[in-house]
């Protein structure tokens, strides 16, 4: 372990001393994520709203009233759907969520402060807890709007209230202490309003004092009071299946793996370069020399290589979780994922080392390489912008299968199972890259 | 003595036509300094990248023994760590400090701890670097690479050293300094082999030399042996009324006398057969064209 490490150290000393290989390394991935980060940030605005699917069962003035409201809302997108294509839609991990307006809400909403109001249905994924939480925070402030601008028009509110105690006492579903509760309270209530709220009153209170009225009425709406229950929501676990479809959650969870595969390419040039280095600069002699065996030396180059691969994964990833608030969705899948792209890239590494004779052709070859690489496995652009064949011909690349990797582990919710089949990949590839490499590593100088 | 390296019918070839090493034999005896002279592209540096396992021959064989101990082939990693190589060809990272380099090529040899702090510091110090550990060896000049290319082939304290061409490009001063060191080391028990196309440093350093030539040994002796057999007679170039005079003579002094008295004698001066000459003798051409 000894040899191995010194020579490790040595090559990850020799890397951050050498500038234009450092700047491949960390550099330019980073100006490459920043690049496009600011493209999409600048795009983020509009899509900052979060697109629901709202099912209206109701088919009321009220309801469509609401939509309408919604549709104005910054927060939320409605679009208008059957109950099962929203259910499907959310199912597959289409949409966030969808909301059902329930069969009777224009009737409640004229009668606010009695009778169980029907329950709208929220579906979400269980897993997408703030964003649910945001959109039953919507529905609810603009339901009970709609609710409490009865109290902007008192003699709107009056009727109300005498429809109320009329109601009341024609209620079969009442009990006569109750019913008597509320016939005195819907009584009060009347009294009330025609002491305070009498036109004349409301006249002079204008526009804005009646603005400013509904906020407070809102406020205290919103809280509840005494088990006052203007707007029920029921909420509805619809566990998204992410692998039916998968919609990154963030426009960076895109550009974060392809930032991190321009780092991983560099690693390898750099550490394959320095191979190549070493037999023109005549240290590979030295290395020769020492009682250590030829395994050893290129372990240590292998073992340099990897540990800065890991580095650079990790740099990229506290950047794109600092920079671009990338929250990846399962970080032991981003761990096996980083493992197995990091072999790959050693057996990448080690394959480019026997690319060229020289320094310069050994870097030409190496990055004509790596760029075709890119090119065709979705590290320039992002696959699913490119024709079929060309989705197709892709699985030939490495980057491919990383970026996979890294995307399955960072928004597409992959399972191990999913996992499989992108990670064996890698490291196959890391393992023949190797092997190969290293049998056609030729130690002597001069071929005889 | 019993020799510490033996090498026998050594031949090797680059393209499989032209041989480079065309059977060589010999053998370097313990604490020796041995010298490897000729012109560029005699075979000296193939000579020795063979005789420490760097190339594989294709044909003769290679031995290095230590004293006292078993011999074996140079790639044996028991041999390795007792055989220190300063190639030619400088052999050191260029963004890597002086001390650096010569620190990490002691860890592959397999130096830890205070051994590792304490043979650094006493190989960089041998060459007259110390002061310089800690800049670039992008920095240094060209005899300062090549003075820390040698400290790193001596850091691991080896029996047996082979030098090529260790003093190309180091500036009197300092190769002064280098001789003295090596004949210390010698005096503490090493072995040297040492390549040189510099007849001067294989007189004033060397046990024995041998000559090469196109591949193969023209002669091997001590230096001494060498010029009586191969260096012919002293020759004395008088300049005499309007022309010089050659003669060639086993008593110069004699023969000084004898043109004094012949005529007006101006100027006189004395040729000593050297290893210039015997190289000339025996290839018919000048050790530097
Ligand atoms: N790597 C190589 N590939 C092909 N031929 C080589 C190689 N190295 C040396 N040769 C050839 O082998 C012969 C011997 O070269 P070598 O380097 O051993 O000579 P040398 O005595 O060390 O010369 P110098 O004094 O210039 O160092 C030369 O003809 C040279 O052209
Ligand atoms: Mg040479």
């Known amino acids: 372990m000894g040899p191995i490490f010194a020579l490790a150290c040595k090559d990850l000393r020799l890397l951050v001393r050498d500038k234009v290989g450092f700047f491949f390394v960390f550099g330019f991935p980073l100006l490459f994520g920043l690049f496009f980060g600011v493209i999409f940030k600048g795009a983020g605005s509009s899509q900052g709203a979060i697109t629901i699917l709202v099912v209206d069962d109701d088919q009321s003035e009220a309801s469509k009233a609401l939509i309408g409201k919604l549709t104005s809302a910054a927060e939320v997108k409605p679009i208008v759907a059957t109950y099962d294509a929203a259910v499907d839609q959310v199912r597959k991990g289409e949409r966030v969520a969808y909301v059902r307006i329930p069969k009777g809400y224009g009737e409640s909403a004229r009668r606010p402060f009695w009778g169980t109001p029907p329950a709208f249905e929220l579906g979400v994924d269980p897993a997408r807890k703030a964003e649910a939480g945001m959109i039953q925070g919507v529905i609810t402030q603009y339901a009970v709007r709609d609710v409490m601008k009865v109290f902007s028009d008192p003699d709107a509110l009056r009727k109300q209230t005498a429809t109320a105690i009329e109601e009341v006492s024609k209620a079969e579903d009442l009990t006569p202490v109750q019913k008597g509760i509320m016939t005195a309270f819907f009584g009060a209530l009347d009294s009330f309003m025609s002491l305070t709220l009498t036109p004349g009153v409301a006249a002079t209170d204008g526009g804005a004092a009646s603005d400013g009225n509904k906020e407070g009425a809102e406020a205290g709406a919103s809280i509840g009071i005494g088990g006052w229950e203007p707007v029920r929501i029921t909420v509805n676990d619809v566990r998204a299946d992410r692998r039916l479809s998968s919609k990154p959650n963030n426009p960076m969870d895109i550009t974060f793996p392809q930032c991190l595969v321009w780092g991983l390419m560099g690693c390898s040039a750099a550490f394959g370069i320095s191979l190549v280095v070493e037999r023109t600069r005549g240290t590979l002699i030295r290395l020769r020399l020492a009682p250590i065996a030829r395994w050893h030396i290129l372990a240590g180059k292998a073992a340099a290589c990897f540990l800065m691969l890991l580095a650079v994964s990790g740099v990229m990833l506290v950047f794109a979780m600092v920079a671009f608030g990338v929250r990846p969705e399962n970080y032991g899948m981003l761990a096996v994922a980083i493992l197995c792209s990091a072999i790959c890239f050693v057996g990448i590494m080690m394959l480019l080392s026997v690319c060229g004779k020289t320094e310069n052709s050994a870097g030409g070859i190496g990055w004509s390489v790596l760029l075709m690489m890119a090119m065709i496995g979705g590290g320039m652009m992002p696959l699913f912008f490119m024709p079929k064949w060309m989705q197709s011909v892709a699985s030939i690349s490495p980057i491919k299968w990383t970026v996979l990797s890294l995307e399955g582990a960072v928004f597409r919710g992959y399972t191990v199972t999913d996992m499989a089949l992108p990670c064996g990949v890698l490291l196959g590839i890391g393992v023949v890259g190797f092997a190969v490499g290293a049998r056609l590593f030729t130690w002597q100088e001069g071929s005889s | ?289």
Do not use: W
């Open chain 2, 1 to 289: 003595m019993p020799p510490v390296l033996t090498v026998s019918g050594l031949i090797k070839s680059y393209d499989g036509v032209r041989r480079a090493v065309d059977g060589v034999t010999f053998d370097v005896k313990v604490r020796e300094i041995f010298g490897l002279l000729g012109p560029n592209g005699a075979g000296k540096s193939t000579t020795i990248h063979v005789v420490v396992g760097l190339l594989v021959p294709d044909g003769g064989e290679v031995r290095i023994g230590a004293p006292g101990g078993s011999s074996g082939p140079p790639t044996d990693p028991a041999v390795r760590s007792r055989v220190g190589v300063a190639p030619q060809a400088l052999a050191i990272y260029e963004e890597l400090t002086g001390e650096e380099n010569v620190r990490f090529f002691a860890q592959l040899q397999g130096l830890r701890g205070s051994e590792l702090r304490n043979r650094t510091a006493a190989a960089l110090q041998f060459v007259e670097l110390h002061d310089r550990r800690r800049d670039l060896a992008r920095t240094y000049s060209g005899g300062m690479k090549r003075r820390l290319n040698l400290a790193a082939a001596i850091v691991h304290d080896p029996q047996f050293l082979f030098l090529d061409e260790p003093t190309v490009g180091v500036d009197p001063q300092s190769r002064n300094a280098i001789f003295e060191n090596i004949l210390a080391l010698r005096e503490r028990g090493l072995t040297v082999m040492y390549t040189t196309h510099y007849m001067e440093e294989a007189q004033r350093l060397c046990d024995r030399v041998a000559i090469m030539d196109q591949g193969r040994i023209l002669a091997l002796d001590t230096v001494d042996g060498l010029v009586r057999a191969h260096g012919g007679k002293s020759v004395v170039v008088a300049a005499l009324d309007g022309r010089e005079a050659r003669i060639e003579s086993d008593d110069p002094i004699s023969e000084l006398v004898r043109l004094k008295q012949s005529g007006p004698l101006r100027d006189f001066r004395l040729e000593q057969p050297n290893l210039e000459r015997v190289f000339l003798n025996l290839t018919g051409r000048q050790l530097r064209d």
